[in-house]
């Protein structure tokens, strides 16, 4: 549910002034601020560069992505329909999942089975936009998201615009499909056309949640090294994301 009221109308009505005394709401405002938040098509190297905007931040970052591929993980392994929100979300309550936001990489666990190698293979990659489109499961993500202490790098596809709308800076990573399939290549036994075909699907039925906020800045990466993405970031943060 929205909040009513016009200054806070972009959050969630549990933040709202309504509901929680001031103090609270100045709290939640001032947290999202220490946030970073790096959206981007499939590929367009949302994690190797949160990793590094946030080693040299010292703080962790957080993908988003790897929950809904362990939740899609979890949903294939134990043969569910995965259009079928109520049967996973069961599932996912009964077999919780816990995201480990490490600077030197995110990962996740199922009671004391670590999932992550497992998270970007094939199968994945092709059920996981099937599961995320359900509202059910984007608001078991981000309840989870929300819940974590900032100072933080999100990455994912709509940090900038649902989960985090105040965030203290914003940025979406974009390359063509060649180029981000040609960097893909490096780390999947597909070829470049299947692994390229397979990116402009994904990034098709994932157009929805993945459009830039309208305050982010948009960083076309083909052009540019993975340093070289980093420290353009780096140079666009404001203070209280570089002192927090
Ligand atoms: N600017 C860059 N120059 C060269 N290679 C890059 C660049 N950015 C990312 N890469 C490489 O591209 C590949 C994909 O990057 P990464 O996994 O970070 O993307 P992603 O957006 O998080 O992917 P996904 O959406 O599938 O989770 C990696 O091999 C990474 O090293
Ligand atoms: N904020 C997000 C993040 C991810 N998704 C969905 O998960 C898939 C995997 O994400 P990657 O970042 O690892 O590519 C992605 O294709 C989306 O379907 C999302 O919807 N919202």
């Not at 909040?3 to 933040?15: G, H, I, M």
């Not at 709401?25 to 190797?48: E, F, N, P, W």
């Not at 994945?124 to 099937?130: A, F, I, K, L």
Request: proline fraction near 7%; aromatic fraction near 4%.
């Amino acid at each position: 549910m929205r909040c009513r009221c016009p200054a806070l109308k972009d959050l969630f009505a549990a933040s709202c002034p309504e509901v929680l005394p001031p103090a609270s709401v100045r709290t939640l405002y001032t947290a999202q601020l220490m946030i970073v938040t790096i959206d981007g098509v499939a590929a367009s190297g949302k994690s190797s560069v949160s990793g590094g905007v946030a080693r040299a931040l010292g703080v962790p970052y957080v993908s988003s992505g790897l929950l809904y591929r362990a939740a899609t993980l979890l949903g294939l392994e134990a043969g569910l329909d995965l259009h079928d929100a109520p049967a996973l979300l069961a599932h996912l309550q009964t077999h919780p999942l816990r995201l480990e936001p490490l600077a030197e990489g995110n990962r996740v666990w199922q009671d004391g089975r670590e999932l992550t190698d497992e998270l970007h293979s094939t199968r994945v990659d092709r059920g996981v936009s099937v599961v995320a489109v359900l509202p059910e499961v984007r608001a078991w993500v981000d309840a989870q998201l929300r819940a974590l202490p900032s100072p933080f790098v999100a990455e994912g596809r709509d940090m900038g615009t649902n989960v985090f709308p105040r965030a203290g800076a914003k940025f979406y990573l974009t390359a063509s499909p060649h180029i981000r399939a040609q960097r893909r290549a490096q780390e999947r036994p597909e070829d470049v056309p299947a692994i390229e075909a397979a990116l402009i699907r994904r990034d098709e039925l994932d157009r929805v949640q993945s459009a830039p906020a309208l305050d982010a800045v948009v960083i076309d990466t083909g052009p540019l090294t993975l340093d070289g993405v980093i420290q353009t970031i780096l140079a666009q943060l404001p203070e209280q994301v570089t002192s927090a």
